[in-house]
């Protein structure tokens, strides 16, 4: 069999967790930042990545609100989602369900209209150029209410054929999940699939809102069902994906460190969790070194990296006929390795 690190080099990998707005390439970054604010101290790619390290989550959220003033024209997010999922082919990512959140810039950017159609574009013109395919999810964030959420789910209809689903993301501890069990019901209504942000920085409490009110398919993170063992029960046997982001529970600090990490115990007790890199150019992290990292740190193997993907694929939203296909990429690689 091949060394390890070739076959983490080489495998078919499937992301279900990664923020557009935080896979942005550095080099797209500094460009706009020059572009916007040539009077900028932020001259280089270095100066650029320290700007990335994070005292604890609420330190990192003010550096994602930073990032977001330099993305300001219809351009900037269609060249940006382009560059980002780019990217990710180069790591042999064949799959890809990626969050973006039109909202999250009406401080700057061009109104949450042009925003949807750029990203779409360059989502859609990325996936011909690359070969690989891409679910687009809406997040409609917590922060801004859920007095606001319906009119936004509103305004996807336009492109509810080229949007699969709704995301929760933001801040669990001010505006819990409960509150948008009325918007995630109409959502389900309108077909879309359904991903809930729960127990990254809250309890355990969180994720039980996100699955019996909510009623989500997934849940982003997911790391302090830990600290319920009826909890994990109901994850495993009704085998609810949680989508795992080590790195960033490390640099936001959810975790203290990598020992305290859930995602060995996750696995061994059967529930069906993923491996992802949530927003991998903030924490300077690609789901490539993510793979490496369980490795190294949790003595995970390659059968089980090989079954890892099997359950990307499993909990991804694609549509029969791209998981047969994805699934054919997946034995090709694997089957050759026995």
Known sequence: MKNLNHIIRDMPKIELHCHLEGAFTLEFLLDRIQKYEPESDIRDI???????????????????????????????????????????????????????????????????????????????????????????????????????????????????????????????THFPAFRFEDVFRIARSKGYHTVVHAGETEGPYSIWDAVSRLNTERIGHGITAIQNRELMKILRDRQIPLE????????????KNAREHPVKTFYDEGLLITINSDDPTMFNQTLTEEFHFICREYGFRADDLERLTRYALKASFFAPNIKTRLQKSINNFWNKLT
Request: hydrophobic residues 40%; negative net charge.
């Open 46 to 172: 270095n100066t650029l990545r320290q700007q990335f390290v994070f005292h604890d989550f609420d330190h990192f959220i003010r550096a994602w609100i930073w990032k977001n003033r330099y993305f300001r024209t219809a351009d900037d997010f269609r060249e940006s989602a382009y560059h980002a999922i780019e990217a990710l082919t180069k790591q042999n990512v064949i799959a890809l369900e990626a969050f973006f959140s039109p909202w999250d810039f009406d401080a700057w950017g061009p109104g949450a209209e042009a925003i949807i159609e750029a990203t779409l574009d360059g989502k859609e013109t990325a996936e011909k150029d690359f070969g690989i395919s891409v679910n687009l999810i809406a997040d409609i964030v917590r922060n801004h209410g859920h007095e606001r959420a319906v009119k936004r789910l509103k305004q996807l209809d336009p492109y509810k054929d080229r949007i699969c689903g709704i995301g929760l993301g933001g801040d669990e």
């Open 244 to 255: 795992i982001c080590p790195t960033s529970n490390l640099k936001t600090r959810v975790v």
